[in-house]
């Protein structure tokens, strides 16, 4: 089993929609959870840390729930340039100082 | 600015080369990785060091190497036991506290001639 899961979509949605993603983990003792945005050809880039108690950047909410290790990132308001792919990453189970990237979950918003 | 800068942005290897990627940062970050990201795929650890003269191999470290014989610069030689290079090369960075996120430089492709 994949340490990190994630569902690579595409996710095809109208400009406006609301979109969420989920992810998976399998190390039950991870203690750290984000979100990067990565465009094609590009760097991945941190969008936001996830937090036990759920937090939100603007149109951004993060959730977690660690007794079914998952997390998941809606989007509320679709823009355009919200078109990436995102990447799921937890702490791996060798290190603290280790992250584990999934594969990603690519997003397409049509205007 | 502060950040992390990865060079060449192109690489090309003939056969039997080595090659060394760049990576220098300025965010007086303590840790630094290298990652390797083929076509559709998610990124590989290659090497990580936490520390300076100290580096441990990650998950796909076989036909490569590194140093860190300085906090800023951490660089990746891809020899040619890596029968596989071509592939899209980021090095990160991160304070070096536990669970911190990772700041990435802006990749190396490298391609066989």
């Known amino acids: 089993r994949k340490e990190v899961e994630q569902d690579p979509g595409p996710f095809n949605v109208p400009e406006g929609a609301t979109v969420a993603f989920n992810c998976t983990y399998s190390?039950?003792?991870?203690?750290?959870f984000f979100w990067y945005r990565q465009d094609c050809r590009k760097e991945p880039k941190l969008l936001m840390s996830?937090?036990?108690s759920g937090n939100e950047d603007g149109r951004f909410t993060a959730q977690l729930n660690r007794a079914s290790q998952y997390i998941s990132l809606l989007i509320r308001d679709s823009k355009l340039s919200d078109s990436a792919t995102y990447l799921c990453?937890?702490?791996?189970?060798?290190?603290?100082?280790?992250?584990?990237f999934g594969s990603g979950t690519r997003l397409l918003v049509r205007p | 600015d502060g950040g992390i800068t990865q060079s060449p942005k192109y690489l090309f290897r003939k056969e039997g080369q080595n090659v060394t990627l760049s990576c220098e940062q300025n965010?007086?970050?303590?840790?630094m990785y290298w990652y390797r990201q083929d076509p559709g795929q998610g990124l590989r650890l290659i090497y990580y060091?936490?520390?300076?003269?100290?580096?441990q191999k990650g998950d796909i470290a076989e036909g490569y190497s590194v140093s860190r014989e300085k906090k800023e610069s951490f660089p990746l030689t891809v020899t040619s036991a890596q029968k596989n290079p071509t592939a899209f090369y980021l090095c990160?960075?991160?304070?070096?506290?536990?669970?911190?996120?990772?700041?990435f430089g802006d990749g190396t492709r490298l391609s066989i001639l």
């Open positions: 190390n039950s003792a991870s203690q750290s």
């Open positions: 996830v937090y036990s």
């Open positions: 060091s936490q520390i300076v003269n100290d580096f």
């Open positions: 965010l007086n970050h303590d840790a």
């Open positions: 990160a960075s991160s304070t070096g506290s536990r669970y911190q996120p990772q700041h």
């Open positions: 990453v937890v702490t791996s189970m060798d290190s603290s100082y280790k992250l584990i």
